[in-house]
T-cell receptor, first 114, second 109 residues
Framework: DTGVSQDPRHKITKRGQNVTFRCDPI?????LYWYRQTLGQGPEFLTY????????KSRLLSDRFSAERPKGSFSTLEIQRTEQGDSAMYLC????????????FGSGTQLSVL | DAKTTQPNSMESNEEEPVHLPCNHS???????IHWYRQLPSQGPEYVIH???SNVNNRMASLAIAEDRKSSTLILHRATLRDAAVYYC??????????FGQGTELSVKP
């Protein structure tokens, strides 16, 4: 399977704990995106990378969220001191190059904060 | 980011054509019209995109109005597997996809 892979599929944590998610994009794709989706809503943009450079970060993203993409390959999204409002599906997508190319999404990581 | 307007929900019968409308009156000359769909418990999936001319692929057709202020995604024969949320998105080169609420399509057998 050469699609976008996300790990874990599900994460349950207690409020105040830190969590980290991983995304492995399609191998030749240099753009990587993170989105968040709550029930009944469309995906909300969080941030994106071109290779290892983080080019844009949503103003809605608090300082508790950080994303990295070392060496321009896989990416991690960390949430520190989780809150119940962080409960959502976290989606990763990748694309081949900037421009009008299509995005390929993973199946997401479902986070539940108790 | 230019916005799109879609109906919240639509219903279709299996094996009949479905026309999903999208209004984008503030579209700019460089905005492409993209459609994605999201099946239950999955990430969004690319369906089709276009700029000015109508487009066809194996999944669907995209009809774009002459003034580009609206477009229609056409599923020629709906199947139960087409039940999903369909998103119409304006996408500019180098930007990111901004999703709206989309249209939830249900397909009746």
């Amino acid at each position: 399977d050469t699609g976008v892979s996300q790990d874990p599929r599900h994460k349950i944590t207690k409020r105040g704990q830190n969590v980290t998610f991983r995304c492995d994009p399609i191998s030749e794709h240099n753009r990587l995106y993170w989105y968040r989706q709550t029930l009944g809503q469309g995906p909300e943009f969080l941030t994106y990378f071109q290779n290892e450079a983080q080019l844009e970060k949503s103003r809605l993203l608090s300082d508790r969220f950080s994303a990295e993409r070392p060496k321009g390959s896989f990416s991690t999204l960390e949430i520190q001191r989780t809150e119940q409002g962080d409960s959502a599906m976290y989606l990763c997508a990748s694309s081949a190059r900037q421009g009008n190319e299509k995005l390929f999404f993973g199946s997401g990581t479902q986070l539940s904060v108790l | 980011d230019a916005k799109t307007t879609q109906p919240n929900s639509m219903e279709s019968n299996e094996e009949e054509p479905v026309h999903l409308p999208c209004n984008h009156s503030t579209i700019s000359g460089t905005d492409y019209i993209h459609w994605y769909r999201q099946l239950p418990s999955q990430g969004p999936e690319y369906v089709i995109h276009g700029l000015t001319s109508n487009v066809n692929n194996r999944m669907a057709s995209l009809a774009i109005a002459e003034d580009r202020k609206s477009s229609t995604l056409i599923l020629h024969r709906a199947t139960l597997r087409d039940a999903a949320v369909y998103y119409c998105i304006l996408y500019n080169q180098g930007g990111k996809l901004i999703f709206g609420q989309g249209t939830e399509l249900s397909v009746k057998p």
